[in-house]
């Protein structure tokens, strides 16, 4: 912290401080930490093939560096590397929640060769008793993960046998999380050490993930006029509409699009950020990521190239209301599924 005030103090401290990263690595080239913070300070300059270069390094020293895998997806989604930034974002979630049931690590060769995977640490089969994963939640995420596991286990994607006392211990442990007042305005309370050996192996972990993939060569979007377009960005840019008016367009997405991004969300094990009021939400370096998300940010981009202009995706998430009612098909009782 010293070291930034001074540096900040002199200006232009981000070049300053890159300058001191990159002489502390001629003394400690196998520090991956060195290589992360010289990255931070290149992306934060905008040298993005730089900043992607150093996490890489960071990465190949350090294998296990969940955040330096994040921050590799973020550097490559400034690029418009979107295929580079899935991969990344997805190693990410595999460091930090597993990697799906029964599933082995699948991502691609070129990242897979310079960040190798720990098998043991990716595997379902260790439930690392971590802070992120298992020392604090709140009810309306265990009532859910509960409701979401019965619904894949209802279409196939989960077995029977190996879920129903998971799914048991959800609603036991949600239900005495409900009896305590120990709570933050977020409805986080922390699991005692019997709740959290009840929970760990499935607890924000990636029990199943369904990737939304693209839909190249076909377009995700209902493809519209290049007049209607235009008229719309003439609205959009007219002084009036930055006064509050909003522009919507109709029939925006394909049905295929919206039937494959429901699909992903409601069947991925993705809802691990836990929010006031009972919402749970997912981000890109979670679980969020798709090919086909990328795909409808870069279609809106040719479709109005006016507004978007050279901006590209660098943020996306979602959210999942608590209070909704699902009905699943087959069964007689209504489960809470938040969508």
Same mark, same amino acid.
């Given at each position: ?168 211990? &959800?609603?036991? #442990? *949600?239900? +005495? =999380?409900? /009896?305590?007042?120990?709570?933050? !305005?977020?409805?986080? $309370? ?102 086909? &998300?990328?795909? #409808? *940010?870069? +279609? =809106?981009? /040719?479709?109005?190239?006016?507004? !978007?202009?050279?901006? $590209? ?27």
């Amino acid at each position: 912290m010293a070291l930034s005030y001074q540096l900040e103090q002199k200006g232009s401290w981000q070049n300053d401080a890159a300058s001191i990263f990159e002489e502390m690595i001629t003394m400690e080239p196998t520090n991956p930490q060195i290589y992360h913070n010289l990255a931070e300070m290149r992306l934060e300059l905008g040298r993005f093939e730089e900043a992607q270069k150093a996490y890489l390094t960071s990465i190949r020293l350090s294998p296990q560096g969940k955040f330096s895998t994040q921050r590799l997806g973020d550097a490559s989604l400034y690029l418009g590397r979107f295929g580079d930034a899935h991969r990344a974002y997805q190693r990410s979630f595999a460091l930090r929640r597993g990697m799906p049931y029964g599933q082995r690590a699948w991502w691609s060769a070129p990242l897979q060769a310079d960040c190798k995977a720990n098998d043991t640490v990716c595997s379902m089969e260790d439930p690392r008793n971590d802070y992120e994963n298992h020392f604090l939640t709140a009810a309306h995420k265990l009532y859910h993960d509960a409701a979401q596991f019965e619904h894949l286990q209802h279409v196939g994607l989960l077995p029977t046998a190996n879920f129903s006392q998971a799914i048991r211990n &959800l609603r036991s #442990v *949600a239900d +005495e =999380l409900n /009896t305590r007042s120990d709570k933050d !305005f977020y409805g986080l $309370r922390p699991l005692q050490k019997s709740q959290q050996e009840l929970l760990c192996r499935v607890h924000n972990r990636n029990v199943h993930q369904e990737i939304a993939f693209s839909m190249l060569p076909d377009a995700a979007t209902n493809q519209k006029p290049r007049q209607v377009l235009s008229a719309l960005e003439d609205r959009y840019l007219d002084t009036k509409a930055l006064d509050g008016e909003v522009i919507h367009v109709d029939d925006f997405l394909r049905s295929e699009t919206l039937h494959r991004l429901r699909s992903s969300l409601l069947n991925s094990t993705v809802w691990t950020a836990i929010k006031p009021a009972g919402y749970l939400g997912s981000y890109l370096p979670d679980g969020f990521s798709s090919p086909l &998300l990328y795909q #409808v *940010a870069e +279609e =809106l981009r /040719t479709m109005f190239p006016r507004i !978007f202009r050279d901006h $590209r995706l660098r943020l996306a998430w979602a959210y999942k209301s608590a209070g909704i009612i699902l009905r699943l098909k087959g069964l007689e009782h209504i489960q809470t599924l938040r969508r």
